[in-house]
């Protein structure tokens, strides 16, 4: 090999070298786009923001705390509402299957602009306020919702096999579609069990 053959081969391993070593640098600089799925959650947390402690003995009047919470990988800035529903173990949840929301009405809703890639969190505070019981049934007239009251008329029936009046506190998701200036549901739901007692 003559000295401007090595002159070349110095060259472009310099040239070679330069850029693996500058690669890093250069994909913080040029983002990548890659393909991800798009996707919003939504979760329940219990008073100490565990998945795990949330209430479950409800007695009336006895004011409970849970956290709604959800969090953004649209890929965009999104604006949400968050339904809040009231059932008891008959009455219908959301269909995942045709993603459509429980027919129910909502007792209480939480809206939220959440950037990319962000969480939301919200304090929700339940107490069963006006109940009545016979011996085979529970009813829950009234409840409120962070300080506000609201009329379920909910009634449950005993369950033997586990021993309790069974209710569901779920919530359920909607995103703002912006081109239609409405939110439709985002297949996106969450419940916790509620045993009511006096």
Not at 169 to 187: A, P, V
Request: proline share 6%; charged share 20%.
């Amino acid at each position: 090999m003559n000295l401007e053959e090595y002159r070349t081969v110095f060259t472009v391993t310099s040239l070679l070298l330069t850029l693996i070593v500058a690669a890093p640098m250069i994909s913080m600089l040029i983002p990548i786009r890659t393909r991800t799925e798009r996707f919003s959650e939504l979760w329940i947390l219990g008073p100490d923001h565990t998945a795990g402690d949330h209430p479950f003995n409800v007695r009336v009047n006895e004011t409970h705390r849970i956290f709604a919470g959800l969090g953004n990988h649209m890929g965009y800035p999104a604006y949400y509402m968050v339904l809040v529903k009231f059932r008891n173990r008959t009455q219908p949840l959301p269909d995942s299957l045709s993603s459509k929301p429980s027919p129910l009405p909502p007792i209480y809703e939480f809206r939220a602009f959440v950037s990319d890639g962000a969480r939301w969190e919200a304090p929700l505070n339940f107490a069963f306020l006006e109940v009545s019981r016979s011996e085979d049934s529970f009813l829950v007239r009234q409840m409120s919702i962070n300080g506000v009251v609201f009329s379920v008329n909910c009634t449950s029936d005993w369950d033997s096999e586990n021993g309790g009046f069974y209710y569901q506190l779920f919530l359920e998701l909607y995103l703002c579609d912006t081109s239609l200036h409405e939110f439709r549901y985002e297949n996106r739901f969450v419940g916790i069990w509620l045993n009511a007692t006096e």
